[in-house]
């Protein structure tokens, strides 16, 4: 069984004679000091309140559609000047193209290599590129 605490046994001392008037002044005291804290927490609500309603009004206008901008006779010339750089730009990207010789180098000991044309290179057919066998004619 538990030893339990016989309150008869401890020392008694008598309360001093403002006891009471101490208490009570305390109390008081700390009720008047709990209406700031009461304050700071409604001003920090009315800021987080303001504060978002200001970030959603600057994200609504962040993200709404941008007007386009007006179709001109200016804008329409250089839009066909871009365009048409745009297709001497893709027509050389193309005579280079063709121009580049398809070769593929394949070493066979450090100082022999071998170029092989892939234009030279005859494809399979289909029958025969499954199986990956040729026959020779």
Do not use: C, H
Not at 8 to 18: F, G, T, W
Not at 58 to 82: D, F, G, H, N, Y
Not at 86 to 98: M, P, V
Request: glycine share 2%; aromatic share 6%; charged share 25%.
């Amino acid at each position: 069984m538990r030893d339990q605490l016989d309150l008869k046994r401890l020392p008694r001392v008598d309360a001093s004679a403002d006891f009471t008037a101490n208490v009570l002044r305390r109390v008081r005291s700390d009720a008047d000091g709990q209406r700031t804290p009461k304050l700071r927490l409604a001003a920090a609500a009315a800021a987080v309140v303001v504060v978002s309603a200001l970030a959603g009004a600057w994200w609504a206008r962040q993200s709404a559609p941008v007007e386009p901008l007006p179709i001109t006779a200016e804008s329409i010339k250089q839009l066909r000047s871009e365009y048409q750089e745009l297709n001497r730009e893709f027509e050389s990207l193309r005579r280079l193209a063709e121009d580049t010789q398809p070769f593929v180098p394949v070493s066979i000991n450090p100082q022999t290599e071998v170029l092989f044309d892939l234009r030279d290179i005859e494809p399979l057919p289909v029958s025969l590129a499954s199986t990956g066998s040729r026959r020779i004619q």
